[in-house]
């Protein structure tokens, strides 16, 4: 019987890839197998991916993890949604009218029903742009939905 062979040294660096021997002692396959699913469970956890490691994969690929611009700019439209509510309720209080027939019927709920309302449908529609944000429709999505309710929160101060 002869003795087993030596298992060879490791040489695994940037420069040098893995042996085959090394790339057989692995337990988990490899993540980097499939691209960065919409949700993950890193999504709420702390997530893995951060940016777009390469070029080829700006457009149109998930990450986990989000900047904090990110987070401003999505706050920053959720305000001015709550600003518009708010403007909305008040000008109706002094006899205005609503003239968008989606909220129009919203406001048949009550107040609390239209604010709450209007600020479900907008938080989903700002996690689905989020979620998508390396797609240019979703970025440009952002951007109109950002224009316009600061546009339409200045509009409802000049109305003062």
Known sequence: MSPPEPTPVSTASPFHPPTAAELGRRR????RGAPTPRISRYSLLGGRRKRVQRREELEGSFIDMYSTAMLCWVLWVSL???GDSFFTLVHLQA???EVNPVADALLKTGRFGFVFAKGTLIGVALLVLTLHKNFWLARTGLWISTTAYTALVIYHLTLF
């Open 28 to 31: 988990q396959a490899d993540r």
């Open 80 to 82: 001015m949604n709550l």
């Open 95 to 97: 006899g205005g009218v």
